[in-house]
């Protein structure tokens, strides 16, 4: 906090008032097994549905309810025919990356359940098999083994990837993807009824151009957005410059009445070689 308190007082008074399970990593709670502050659910598919946000009321439903139907079928499709193996790449990427250090961990065994991990940096930590934790509270935080970790479980002759949890497995996430969204046929066929149909909200139009872009929150940067919602630029910093003719900071050289003489005679004045090489 001292550090950041150096670098800005203004953000360490924000997170002061705010308790360190909230953004610290050191205070996560390892139940949800997830290192991650915010995932950006919210963000993803704010992204995908902006083509439906502007539409009637059924017709929106409509759009989403095809949308949803079609991703359920890719991501069962990508895990049947596309994905071997017990993990999809994305964990055996992670857990090959926390297996390449292996070289700076030097494993004590205790016995076969705990582990003493000592690194080539001085540091050290402990490490149990059975319950799956480790000091440093990245196996605990993430769910898959850490550098620590790994380096115990292959002194004891184990394969790291039987300890990573189960919830990243295929079969999990063939079991989260496995339901399906039934077809439906076209509205001329639906059955009548004497219900009222659902209307628009009667609200008056605002002036101006009607934007389908979300509004960006105060903590985050305002630039301009593509039809996707995405960023495309951000705003230019306003820097301060200088004046060509007299080198004043509040003015430009359009509009300087200090410095006398054309441009070209100041430049020299400035740049003596350019007066030299006249000479």
Same mark, same amino acid.
Not at 13 to 20: M, Y
Not at 21 to 27: P, R
Not at 256 to 274: R, S
């Given at each position: 906090?001292?550090?950041?308190?150096?670098?800005?007082?203004?953000?360490?008074?924000?997170?002061?008032?705010?308790?360190?399970?909230?953004?610290? &990593?050191?205070?996560?709670?390892?139940? #949800?097994?997830?290192?991650?502050? $915010?995932?950006?659910?919210? +963000?993803?598919?704010? %992204? =995908?549905?902006?083509?439906?946000?502007?539409?009637?009321?059924?017709?929106?439903?409509?759009?989403?309810?095809?949308?949803?139907?079609?991703?359920?079928?890719?991501?069962?499709?990508?895990?049947?025919? &596309?994905?071997?193996?017990?993990?999809? #790449?994305?964990?055996?990427?992670? $857990?090959?990356?926390?297996? +390449?250090?292996?070289? %700076? =961990?030097?494993?004590?065994?205790?016995?076969?359940?705990?582990?003493?991990?000592?690194?080539?940096?001085?540091?050290?930590?402990?490490?149990?098999?059975?319950?799956?934790?480790?000091?440093?509270?990245?196996?605990?935080?993430?769910?898959?083994?850490?550098?620590?970790?790994?380096?115990?479980?292959?002194?004891?002759?184990?394969?790291?990837?039987?300890?990573?949890?189960?919830?990243?497995?295929?079969?999990?996430?063939?079991?989260?993807?496995?339901?399906?969204?039934?077809?439906?046929?076209?509205?001329?066929?639906?059955?009548?009824?004497?219900?009222?149909?659902?209307?628009?909200?009667?609200?008056?139009?605002?002036?101006?151009?009607?934007?389908?872009?979300?509004?960006?929150?105060?903590?985050?940067?305002?630039?301009?957005?593509?039809?996707?919602?995405?960023?495309?630029?951000?705003?230019?910093?306003?820097?301060?410059?200088?004046?060509?003719?007299?080198?004043?900071?509040?003015?430009?050289?359009?509009?300087?009445?200090?410095?006398?003489?054309?441009?070209?005679?100041?430049?020299?004045?400035?740049?003596?070689?350019?007066?030299?090489?006249?000479?």
């Amino acid at each position: 906090m001292q550090e950041m308190r150096d670098m800005s007082a203004a953000a360490a008074d924000w997170f002061a008032n705010k308790h360190p399970s909230e953004w610290s &990593k050191s205070h996560f709670s390892e139940r #949800p097994t997830c290192d991650m502050l $915010l995932n950006n659910v919210c +963000e993803s598919f704010n %992204s =995908c549905i902006l083509e439906a946000r502007d539409k009637p009321i059924i017709s929106m439903l409509e759009w989403l309810r095809q949308w949803m139907m079609t991703r359920f079928q890719e991501c069962r499709d990508r895990a049947h025919e &596309k994905w071997k193996g017990k993990y999809p #790449p994305k964990i055996r990427h992670i $857990l090959a990356t926390n297996m +390449e250090t292996l070289g %700076s =961990c030097i494993p004590i065994k205790s016995n076969n359940r705990f582990y003493q991990i000592d690194c080539f940096d001085g540091s050290q930590y402990a490490v149990d098999l059975e319950l799956r934790t480790c000091s440093c509270r990245s196996w605990g935080l993430s769910g898959i083994p850490c550098t620590h970790a790994c380096s115990a479980i292959l002194h004891q002759k184990l394969e790291p990837g039987d300890f990573v949890c189960e919830c990243y497995s295929l079969e999990t996430y063939k079991k989260v993807y496995a339901p399906h969204i039934m077809p439906i046929s076209d509205a001329n066929e639906w059955a009548h009824t004497l219900f009222i149909p659902p209307m628009p909200p009667s609200f008056g139009r605002k002036a101006g151009r009607p934007t389908n872009a979300r509004k960006p929150g105060h903590d985050e940067l305002e630039g301009k957005r593509n039809r996707k919602g995405r960023f495309v630029s951000l705003k230019r910093k306003q820097t301060d410059f200088k004046c060509r003719k007299c080198r004043g900071s509040d003015h430009s050289s359009r509009t300087c009445t200090e410095a006398g003489g054309d441009l070209v005679n100041q430049k020299m004045q400035i740049n003596p070689k350019v007066q030299e090489g006249r000479n």
